[in-house]
């Protein structure tokens, strides 16, 4: 298929202006066709070269530099093509490079959106482009109920190391892991990492795009990688409570016994009962023991063992007392439930993953990172 008969196949952008393609300068020398592999959600738009020339060193490299995408030397029509990059995103940010404002958001902007565009900057190495509307922005998303992935990805761009920290950890303790080994949220069925590739943000190296050690994906295994931390902690504590009563004298190898009693029946009623209620709360018939099987969050696998070790009943001893009346005791055994020693390991743990995290935050790479893309988009200070 040609080049004309592919534009007549396209759809435009969503605009006012009710041309194929969106004209966003009417001498320009060249067509882009933005959007999905099958003509029916394509977008075309007709620009400047010059103008994406003095946005993006991406562009720049690109158009003007040794690649297919450089003006064709045969004087045929100069058409390139971006199927990766949304046309939503990409009609903003177009109209703010030629400076035509129909399509741009004043104050009030979509999280997705927002994210959208963020995304296409950061593909092209721009996002100082945004500077007239990145705070107004910015202050309309954070003041919705912004799913944690997308707002880390605005976030991460803008430089805002407050809104970030806090989504950091929110994805630390609620993002869970798919069967393929890849972070999600459940809540959005939002792929958050794709340990592969990098599948819902800006490729780290595009022909022109200044490099960091400190990238997208690099932050995502950071988070991955307290995570599994995290639910190692929680496992270990779970198994080393079952594997203590199921010692034929229930005592672990430092003298520690299960019951403070000494008694196998309370060993054998804790065991059932911790056996039985994290199946039924981790709704597995067999005990997991391996941390990267795990697919729920740090937070619902938390809460799955404190209620499995909290609806334990305690062992009802038999007391006989002076006058020979026999009765049924429980109290004897209120400290054999593990449920206050979780409590106490889960602060520890918790304050360990934190510490984590704020090592990460505080590392030079990231402030200096954070800090060049406020001054990008003209913030000096959040």
């Not at 129909?102 to 009030?108: A, C, E, I, K, Q």
């Not at 069967?179 to 939002?190: D, H, I, M, N, P």
């Not at 804790?270 to 056996?275: A, E, P, V």
């Not at 099987?293 to 038999?318: D, G, M, R, T, Y």
Request: net charge neutral; hydrophobic share 40%; proline share 4%.
């Amino acid at each position: 298929m040609g080049a004309d008969e592919e534009l007549k196949a396209c759809k435009s952008p969503p605009t006012d202006h009710g041309q194929n393609p969106l004209v966003l300068d009417d001498d320009g020398d060249l067509i882009l066709v933005a959007g999905g592999r099958t003509f029916h959600n394509k977008a075309v738009f007709k620009v400047d070269a010059s103008a994406l020339r003095r946005a993006s060193p991406v562009w720049k490299a690109m158009l003007f530099g040794p690649w297919s995408e450089s003006k064709p030397k045969d004087g045929s029509k100069w058409l390139v093509r971006l199927p990766a990059d949304d046309t939503d995103a990409l009609t903003v940010v177009l109209g703010i490079i030629h400076n035509v404002y129909d399509s741009v958001p004043s104050d009030t902007i979509t999280p997705t959106l927002m994210w959208k565009i963020l995304v296409v900057c950061d593909k092209y190495d721009m996002t100082r482009i945004l500077k007239p509307w990145a705070l107004s922005w910015s202050k309309h998303v954070r003041g919705l109920n912004t799913n944690y992935e997308k707002a880390i990805f605005i976030a991460w761009e803008l430089g805002d190391e407050a809104w970030f920290a806090s989504r950091f950890k929110d994805l630390v303790f609620k993002s869970c892991v798919t069967a393929q080994g890849r972070l999600t949220c459940l809540s959005s069925g939002f792929m958050i990492w794709d340990f592969a590739t990098l599948t819902h943000f800006g490729p780290d190296r595009m022909p022109g795009k200044t490099t960091s050690s400190l990238s997208p994906s690099s932050i995502l295994e950071d988070i991955a990688s307290i995570r599994l931390f995290l639910v190692e902690s929680l496992l270990g504590f779970l198994n080393a409570e079952i594997d203590l009563r199921l010692s034929g004298t229930a005592q672990a190898n430092n003298g520690q016994h299960a019951c403070v009693l000494k008694d196998p029946a309370c060993n054998d009623l804790l065991l059932g009962g911790i056996i039985r209620n994290t199946s039924m709360t981790l709704k597995t018939t067999i005990h997991p023991r391996e941390a990267t099987k795990i697919e729920i969050s740090v937070e619902s696998l938390q809460n799955a063992c404190s209620a499995a070790f909290e609806s334990l009943k305690p062992h009802a001893n038999v007391i006989i007392n002076c006058n020979s009346y026999m009765s049924a005791s429980s109290t004897l055994h209120a400290d054999c439930n593990p449920a206050k020693r979780f409590d106490s390991f889960i602060l520890k743990k918790r304050a360990e993953a934190l510490s984590k995290i704020e090592n990460i935050l505080q590392s030079d790479d990231y402030k200096g990172r954070m800090a060049k893309q406020r001054e990008n988009i003209g913030w000096k200070s959040l």
